[in-house]
């Protein structure tokens, strides 16, 4: 009992020097001034393309601070004119996401748990090959290809083509936390019955749900913001995503910025509503393989 009373003396000092060491440090004001500012400076051009697609026409050169007179005729022929281009950009990136989640999904289960030996780090290496090959180089590639294949102009090809950034993406993803799930989780369903895929299927997949959710938010982000394919594989106006269609609109409202900034506005809401909804799972599924458990 006496050989406990230090111990207890060392613990109990332990604690007070613990707790003193986390005494919270008083904030300085300063650094939440500079903060502000470097906030402020970063959000001022949404702030300012908000600004300018409330103007009416003709508010192009002096635009106010502040859009006290309101007019939604910006919107109104953006809506009118590019309405089409966000619906094509809305299929192809769901497009690419759902093809994106089928190929990675199993892939990254696959380098996972199934036994490769070295082949692993060989293909591992040619995913990440595969993110360091210029854009340039595969569009023009892929524009030989679809021209022979009939693919131009068409929500197959661009889908495809978008799914080249999100599928490497996935798999490394996706590999990453799959690895932390226990092996055992899975064993217990062979055991009680369950095939492969329905193991997969109902055990994996949910379990994986934050790093799904995560590979399709950045998969969408990858080909809602694509310029360079929808430039390369498109030469129609019927087939025209939202990006290469401010990028067209530009020339003929050189004079009224109002329906440009609209349409930008509206490009960059379902980017903006998705980050949003998501980011507690995204913040989960990129940390999610960190620690393997």
Same mark, same amino acid.
């Given at each position: ?16 020097? +613990?707790? !003193? ?10 650094? /939440?001034? &500079?903060? @502000?500012?470097?906030? =402020? *400076? ?31 005729? +910006?919107? !109104? ?10 619906? /094509?950009? &809305?299929? @192809?990136?769901?497009? =690419? *996401? ?41 569009a023009n590639a892929l524009y030989s290809a679809y021209s022979d294949l009939g693919l131009l102009n068409t929500y197959v090809g661009l889908i495809l083509a978008d799914s080249a950034a999100g599928i490497p993406f996935s798999i490394i993803l996706m ?119």
């Open positions: 009992m006496s050989a406990a009373v230090p111990i207890a003396r060392r613990t109990s000092g332990g604690d007070v020097a +613990g707790s !003193a060491s986390r005494v919270p440090t008083p904030r300085r004001p300063g650094h /939440t001034i &500079l903060g @502000v500012i470097i906030i =402020a *400076v970063m959000l001022f051009p949404l702030y300012w393309m908000l600004n300018v697609s409330l103007q009416p026409a003709g508010n192009a050169v002096a635009t106010p601070w502040l859009p006290l007179d309101l007019s939604w005729d +910006g919107y !109104a022929t953006a809506l009118a004119e590019q309405g089409g281009n966000l619906v /094509t950009s &809305l299929i @192809v990136s769901l497009g =690419a *996401v759902v093809f994106s989640l089928v190929v990675a999904a199993p892939a990254a289960y696959a380098l996972a748990h199934f036994r490769f030996g070295k082949w692993v780090v060989v293909l591992l290496f040619g995913v990440l090959t595969t993110q360091m090959v210029p854009g340039i180089v595969v590999r990453a936390f799959m690895m932390s799930i226990p092996a055992s989780i899975v064993e217990a369903a062979y055991v009680d019955g369950a095939g492969p895929v329905r193991a997969f299927v109902s055990v994996v997949l949910p379990i994986s749900r934050n790093a799904l959710i995560t590979s399709a938010l950045f998969t969408f982000l990858f080909a809602w913001g694509d310029f360079l394919f929808a430039l390369t594989l498109t030469t129609s106006e019927s087939m025209r995503p939202i990006t290469l269609g401010l990028y067209s609109y530009i020339g003929g409202y050189v004079s009224d910025w109002s329906p440009i900034m609209a349409t930008a506005v509206l490009s960059s809401l379902p980017a903006i509503a998705l980050l949003v909804l998501a980011q507690r799972y995204v913040a989960a599924g990129v940390t999610g393989g960190a620690v393997k458990s």
